[in-house]
């Protein structure tokens, strides 16, 4: 029988495994040059800095080894969705999507209702199709928007069909259609745009005066729920089935049906830990149960719209081949960004281009991570199931479940099972559902399912599945990375280890591949040392690098200038700028020394017991000067913050050490200091920006004095540390 995918190594291998041997031989003599080379006890001659260098090195020397894991073999997979459709036709599984929003401040309604109604306008037959949102924030606004949206989507979704458009996130579709100032637009299209920006007005209204209209809480017996005393922290169960897929009357303005459509927020005590995102997952697992009760799940945040139509039928493509299809536990989309900049001050593109390179050299060692949005699972995989070889799908679940409850029956069923006592003494949370106690419950979610026998894949399709919102300041992004990288790195630091936990679950090289994420956070302190050392080294005149006239120094030379151009190589592949990629090696210097570090401190005072994981939520939206100033591709600092002044005390400090250091090189004209006068300049050059923000911007955004002032002390503390 023909495949339902196909899967193709990437091309270039050769090239690329024939440059890293060569890499592999360079850093062996690196560390070869520096074990040999320690200078004496005593003598003065920076001993101690000197095996610093060897530990930084040989750290990151191992870390590059690891890292090769998901380079050596890289896939792609192709999907044949037409002979899906010829070969299981009106027989395709039910499908339930959840979305989740946390914070009706951070996370608008208005974009939380475009990413629903995205989803809701797949191409998929509507009456398998159920859309669950989970609001953490409990917000009235946000109950209130999408029972607007249930009202906009009967004339949205047969527009959507009928005339073929992609992106389905109405507030996406209409502003790529202003850019591309099509005259030609029909008049169902501006019939539809109107009756969406009167919505969103309408939405807008409500959440500026913070009051919905009574008038308008008469409609639905939904908004009952809420009352003076209702907080976000602090409210019983609400479950609301807004569209019901199954009552016949359930249409769109064309007669045609929609899909079933229900909103809920799970209860909140205060005294009940809610667990985050894990949390509100696994209740709508369970609401979801007595409703459609679909064996196919997927899920996006609520900032990531749909952006391909056949985005489920894609997937359905692996988890319904007659041959691979039964092994395969979930369906991971790479996650994309609308708001890249081509000057990509935040990397942004990292997030793109790096982590889905990661994803698909995982794909061929056993599956990429679940990445916690945009991804499919098998409703049991998720509920614990191990793998067997015996294991069969039952597809028709769902479908022909005939439910006798009415809608009210059902809702209060649902609650029940949103209650915070209802996981009190089970196993959700542990061996049932996703898992708790790690700010990054998705990759160890992702773990525990390749443990129990599964594989995962990588669908990439040409057209992006989804489109988030990446960050578009420097504080969110920092906060972004600590918290991956702490939680991944608590987690590395625990039982669920990718060496221990994966130990005969999965292959060793698939642990390294997990490890990749899971030792970022540990990378800032070589990295810390190689910033600050050498270039204080060089002030005090201590060489730490083989003179220029030594062959020792060709090493050195070729591992650091043939890793980043490989770098630079691949960043222009993906289609990326010069300037775009110079910014990307800043940013990987500002994350490591930043996020990192925070991230290293956190996890191990986790460990420790002394503070709780938390789960800081990247805010969605920004002002009007600081998305100018994003857009313009200039850093947004503005006020006091400790991340800031560790950025600015590295690029003083080191504009310092280039400075005195040169001028006792031409004064005394020695030669031994070529390596660390370039890794200085390097590092001088690449802080242009940050000396611009402190010195001579005069924007909201520069970086305060207060920052200037505090960096500068430590810079004085910095120069009295002797180099021994
Ligand atoms: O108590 C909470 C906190 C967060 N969320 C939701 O979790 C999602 C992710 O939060 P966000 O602040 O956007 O974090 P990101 O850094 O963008 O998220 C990435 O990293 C997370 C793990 O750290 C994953 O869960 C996400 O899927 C992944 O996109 C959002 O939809 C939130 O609404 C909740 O539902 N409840
Ligand atoms: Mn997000």
Redesign the pocket.
Known sequence: MERLFATEKLGGRALYKFHAITLFVGICLVLYYRAMHVPAAGSGAGRVAWIGMLAAELWFGLYWVITQSVRWCPIRRRTFKDRLAARYGERLPCVDIFV????PLT?PPSLTISTVLSVMAYNYPAEKLSVYL?D?GGSIFTFYALWEASLFAEHWLPFCKRCDIEPRSPAAYFSEADKSHDLHTSKEHSFIKGLYEEMIERIASAVMSSEIPNEIKSKHKGFSEWNTETTSENHQPIVQILIDGKDINASDSKGNALPTLVYMAREKRPQYH?N??A??MNALIRVSSVISNSPIIMNV????YSNNCDSIKDALCFFLDEEMGHKIGFVQYP?NYYNLTKNNIYDNCFLVHDIKQDLMGMDSLGGPLY???GCFHRREILCGRRFTKYYKSDWDRGTTQQTQLCIYQTEEKAKSLATCTCEYNTQWGNEIGLKYSF????VLTGLAIHCRGWNSVLMSPPRSAFM?VGPTTLAQTIL?HK??SE?IFSMFLSKYCPFFFGHGNISLIHQMGYSIPGLWAPNSLPTLYYVIIPSLSLLKGIPLFPEIMSLWIAPFIYVSSVKNMYSLYEALLYGQTLQGWWNGQRMWVIKRVTSYLYGVIDAIRNLLGLSKMG????S?VSDKDESQRYEQGVMEFGSFSPEYVIIATIALLNLLCLLGGLIQIVAGGRNMFFLQVILCGVLVIINVPIYEAMFLRKDRGRIPFSVTLASSGFVILALLVPII
């Open positions: 989740c929003t946390a914070d996370e989970s953490d809610h985050f995102k949390g509100a945040d609520c900032d990531m996650q990445v916690g949005t700010s990054v419950e998705d988030g972004q918290r991956w939680g789960f800081a939520i990247t969605k």
